[in-house]
């Protein structure tokens, strides 16, 4: 079985690459279309990965990341923020809340696999 | 007296004039972005069912290649040539999922423009009223005061538009972006 990975977005078409790039490389995809769906969501499994856009409604990719920290269960898992959001004060926001890697949109679908596979194999 | 008079009736009706048809253009600029928005969405939908239409019959037909090739006697060069293909095939389907991120940003730009002009359209709605609230029979005096109580208003209306307008999207080309390991 694949490892798991929670990837959150608002942007459906967004969604649909990344599951896609990732699906092709063997993972198990889950899709949350903001923070607040991708927390209800990583309550409900614990992912091996999880991948989170930064400016969604209802709650924000860092607000996600630090309502994850909170939980046991997510303490250790690697969470990557994928963004279009690039600069260094942004980044050190999302390091500051638990983020362990950064990605600047647009994301090209081998380097991405790279470093998801980097990250948790 | 008849001068100032003139004078505030005048900047009275520059002040309506400015704020009722900035507010229409900034009416029809909003229009258009909204039918923008709606034919990117629409366009960014296609491409991505096409994609994925023609993606899985590449692979399909993929298969149906290696099939052949293992059961037929196939010149060596031509296998090569085959696999070549099918290697350029790959570099295209990444760069056309890089590509198709396109709607994420340009749906980011718009509804900034958006927030921008709904904002703009506040602060002309400001410029407005203010404007009705000169009385006509202003003396020169009093009528600077309340052109710089105007011009504050705008200044600080402006202000806070501006830091609620934080600027999420800087990509000005479709190069995947930096990735950064922490």
């Known amino acids: 079985m694949g490892k798991t990975i929670l990837a959150v977005d608002d942007s459906g078409s967004l969604r649909q690459m990344v599951v896609f790039s990732l699906r092709a490389a063997g993972y198990q995809v889950t899709e949350a279309v903001d923070g607040q769906d991708g927390l209800d969501k990583a309550k409900e499994q614990v992912f091996d990965l999880v991948l989170t856009d930064q400016n969604m409604p209802r709650m924000d990719g860092l607000s996600l990341i630090r309502a994850l920290r909170a939980l046991p269960t997510y303490q250790k898992v690697p969470i990557l923020m994928l963004t279009t959001e690039s600069s260094d004060e942004m980044k050190a926001k999302g390091r500051a809340a638990g983020a362990n890697g950064w990605l600047v949109k647009p994301f090209d679908p081998q380097r991405l696999t790279e470093v998801v596979r980097k990250v948790i194999g | ?182």
């Open chain 2, 1 to 182: 007296m008849m001068e100032e008079k003139t004078s505030a009736r005048q900047i009275k009706d520059l002040l309506s004039g400015l704020a009722e048809h900035g507010s229409q253009h900034l009416a029809e600029a909003e229009t258009d972005l909204i039918q923008t928005n709606i034919l990117l969405r629409e366009a960014i939908a296609k491409l991505g069912a096409s994609f994925m239409a023609i993606h899985g019959a590449i692979v399909l037909q993929q298969q149906m290649v290696e099939e052949a090739l293992a059961c037929a006697a196939v010149p060596a060069d031509a296998v090569e040539a085959l696999r070549a293909q099918s290697g350029q095939i790959g570099l295209h389907v990444n760069s056309a999922i890089t590509g198709l991120q396109f709607q994420d940003m340009t749906n980011q730009l718009i509804s900034r423009t958006m927030r921008r002009i709904a904002g703009l359209r506040d602060v002309l709605l400001l410029v407005g009223e203010e404007g009705d609230m000169i009385p006509v029979e202003t003396d020169a005096s009093h009528m600077q005061v309340l052109l710089d109580k105007i011009t504050e208003t705008m200044r600080a209306q402006s202000t806070v538009l501006e830091k609620e307008l934080w600027k999420a999207v800087c990509q000005t080309h479709m190069e995947s972006g930096d990735i950064e390991l922490f």
